[in-house]
C-alpha cells in the first residue's frame, strides 16, 4: 500500500498552490514560510515530482502540481465539509 503523505505537508502544498505564495500560505498556517518552503520541499521529495516552479518572480504550479492540487484541494475540502457536518451534529 503506498505511503500516504503527511496531511502537514498536503495543507502546506494546498494553501502554497492556492495563495501562489509562500509566505502567504505560512500566514494562513501561522507557521514560517521557511516551515512551508521545507513541508513543500520533503512532500517533492517523497513523491519524486517538482510540484513548484520557482524563480525570482515568484512561485507558481507545475503541470504535475496543477493535476496534484485538483486532487488533494477536493480531499481537503471534503475532510473540511466531513468535520464541521460532525461538529454540527
Known sequence: MPTLPPIA???A???VARRRS???????LNLTASAISHQVSRLEAQLDVRLFER?????????AGEHYLMHVGAALSAITTATDDLRQG
Not at 22 to 27: I, R
Open 22 to 28: 509562500f509566505a502567504l500560505a505560512a500566514a494562513e
Open 9 to 11: 505537508n498536503l495543507q
Open 55 to 63: 524563480s525570482a518572480h515568484g512561485v507558481r504550479l507545475s503541470p
Open 13 to 15: 502544498f494546498e494553501a
